[in-house]
């Protein structure tokens, strides 16, 4: 599956495609401020905004993301967020100089979050006037890393995969890390992850979630397994600010892979109700399809969402 041709897709003409996809594809959705009926009664909400940003150019010939075209697919994602057209200005409204930003990434060898899109979210950060030294990447070593510990803002960016007690590993799982006994977390397929959202150290710190879909891995067996051919390139990320409603989208999306690759329904095991007990236990997010706005940008085949 991996693309072979000639990379022809100048920046230009990325924004122009983007730009031309967002009017396609969220007109026919829920829009900000959207009026819907629940049980018969007319409610106002705001629905939680999902950006899910496709470039088949983001991978080279060996299949490594490519560092310019992952800051521009993060700028696109940024803009629509925060409704700025200069991608800078929307990363302003996201830090600020005072900020110390904490970037949780993910470093499993075989698909991991990518220096590509830790580079590009630190550049990004510093665009917003955030001092270097005020900035940190760690995964495994966040409980000890400075900056971390009186971080005021958190970039939450992992890579998505089939995973053997979760069912999946996506943004929710992605703070485990966190405590100092993460195993006492694997009961009942990890249903308590929304606990760990609730507590001093991340709760209310998170600005961006990031579900980095260049390559995800769709089925696995057992706790550590890889195989390249249960991997599909997706060439994705998926932004916004709940990293709930950013699962469930994730989510809707391996289970379609899934379905694909096997030519029948093929339910994800464990089930990932770890997502839902984060909604309605924890009420760290939204994991109810009618109220995400799923904003697609980009290239649009086999998108499963």
Not at 24 to 35: A, D, E, N, R
Not at 81 to 92: H, M, P, Y
Not at 157 to 164: D, E, N
Request: aromatic share 8%; glycine share 8%.
């Amino acid at each position: 599956m991996m693309d072979e041709r000639k990379r022809t897709f100048t920046r230009r003409q990325f924004i122009k495609q983007t730009s031309i996809a967002t009017i396609g594809g969220s007109l026919l959705l829920s829009s900000h401020g959207s009026v819907f009926s629940e049980t018969g009664t007319a409610i106002t909400s705001r629905l939680t905004d999902v950006v899910v940003v496709r470039n088949k150019e983001v991978l080279d010939k060996k299949g490594r993301p490519r560092n310019d075209v992952v800051l521009e697919m993060l700028d696109v994602a940024v803009s629509r967020l925060t409704g700025k057209s200069d991608a800078i200005e929307g990363w302003r409204t996201l830090f600020n100089p005072d900020d110390f930003v904490g970037i949780k990434t993910n470093v499993w060898r075989p698909i991991n979050t990518t220096k590509a899109v830790e580079q590009s979210l630190k550049a990004r950060v510093i665009s917003a006037g955030v001092s270097k030294k005020n900035i940190a990447i760690s995964d495994r070593a966040v409980l000890d890393e400075p900056v971390f510990q009186k971080a005021t803002a958190l970039i939450n960016a992992r890579p998505m995969r089939s995973h053997h007690w979760s069912g999946v590993g996506s943004l929710l799982k992605n703070y485990i890390m966190f405590v100092p006994d993460p195993y006492n977390y694997h009961e009942d397929s990890c249903a308590r992850l929304g606990e760990i959202w609730t507590y001093p150290i991340v709760k209310d710190k998170t600005r961006l979630n990031v579900l980095v879909m260049f390559t995800p891995q769709f089925h696995n067996v057992g706790p550590h397994g890889f195989s390249p051919k249960h991997v599909w390139n997706y060439y994705g990320l998926i932004a916004g600010y709940d990293p709930v409603a950013i699962d469930t989208i994730g989510v809707k999306i391996i289970q379609g892979i899934r379905d694909e690759y096997f030519g029948e329904q093929r339910p994800l095991t464990p089930s990932p109700h770890h997502i839902k007990v984060a909604d309605t236990k924890y009420g760290i997010g939204t994991s109810d399809l009618t109220r995400i706005n799923l904003i697609k940008i980009g290239y649009d085949r086999d998108s499963f969402c």
